[in-house]
T-cell receptor
Framework: DTGVSQNPRHKITKRGQNVTFRCDPISEHNRLYWYRQTLGQGPEFLTYFQNEAQLEKSRLLSDRFSAERPKGSFSTLEIQRTEQGDSAMYLC???????????FGEGSWLTVV | TQLLEQSPQFLSIQEGENLTVYCNSSSVFSSLQWYRQEPGEGPVLLVT?????EVKKLKRLTFQFGDARKDSSLHITAAQPGDTGLYLC??????????????FGKGTHLIIQP
């Protein structure tokens, strides 16, 4: 397995701009998760996909956030009209099936100035 | 809401000492995972425990899952500077939906001084 890959690793953007992060999960992993982590905190669940279907979204995922996994492989997380409070590390993870071990990517750091 | 409380939040000890960090909850988890995270990087899985009372060893690290599957501990023997990092516990319910994602504790920041 090549591991979960995320890009860009770092993004600095001005408040109000849109940003998009991409995640390539471990091949053949059906489930893909997005988490957000701020300094001093553990990761917080945002949303997850089983294949191409988005099965659950956290209340943390405001209307400005949208995630897609169009072909059941890679996923994108878009944040529209970014705010300073969006500054965080966005982590992608994948697993084979429910209840199986979840593997994380290296994360994408977002700084909104 | 399921919560995982980790203690201590911060721990700084000398190389060669032993330590234990704890992960406690009032909820039952079907599995519990321990991760280690370095600054600017994603969490790296150390171990998954699934059976109440289970003990797993990974070199100098010993992980235990409580009998009731509500708590876990991580014991490090003869700590080394390379053990420095943020240790996260995460519980899974495996019951479907977003619950298949993990609930994380806030982590224990561990510093091993040479």
């Amino acid at each position: 397995d090549t591991g979960v890959s995320q890009n860009p690793r770092h993004k600095i953007t001005k408040r109000g701009q849109n940003v998009t992060f991409r995640c390539d999960p471990i091949s053949e992993h059906n489930r893909l998760y997005w988490y957000r982590q701020t300094l001093g905190q553990g990761p917080e669940f945002l949303t997850y996909f089983q294949n191409e279907a988005q099965l659950e979204k956290s209340r943390l995922l405001s209307d400005r956030f949208s995630a897609e996994r169009p072909k059941g492989s890679f996923s994108t997380l878009e944040i529209q009209r970014t705010e300073q409070g969006d500054s965080a590390m966005y982590l992608c993870a994948s697993s084979r099936l429910a209840g199986n071990t979840i593997y994380f990517g290296e994360g994408s750091w977002l700084t909104v100035v | 809401t399921q919560l995982l409380e980790q203690s201590p939040q911060f721990l700084s000890i000398q190389e060669g000492e032993n330590l234990t960090v704890y992960c406690n909850s009032s909820s039952v988890f079907s599995s519990l995972q321990w991760y280690r995270q370095e600054p600017g990087e994603g969490p790296v899985l150390l171990v998954t425990v699934v059976t109440g009372g289970e003990v797993k060893k990974l070199k100098r690290l010993t992980f235990q899952f409580g009998d009731a599957r509500k708590d876990s501990s991580l014991h490090i023997t003869a700590a080394q500077p390379g053990d420095t990092g943020l240790y996260l516990c995460a519980g899974g319910t495996g019951s479907g939906g977003g619950a298949d994602g993990l609930t994380f504790g806030k982590g224990t920041h561990l510093i091993i001084q040479p």
